[in-house]
């Protein structure tokens, strides 16, 4: 399981509003730098919901 390869310490961070689900982990990395000013490499969990809420992206 994902859960238990993260650990205890890292920074988990939650994209509010909804992010285009059709963007490749490229995309998504490009949102962590210019949207949030933050680098997608560090050791840090990145989440992203779809328009409709159901559905969940996550850059690890």
Do not use: H, W
Request: hydrophobic share 45%.
């Amino acid at each position: 399981m994902i859960i238990n390869e993260i650990g205890r310490n890292i920074d988990i961070y939650l994209a509010v509003g909804f992010t285009d689900m059709r963007k490749s982990i490229d995309g998504l990395a490009a949102i962590v730098q210019q949207r949030f000013q933050l680098n997608p490499m560090s050791k840090a969990l990145f989440l992203f919901c779809g328009k409709r809420s159901d559905r969940l992206k996550a850059l690890y």
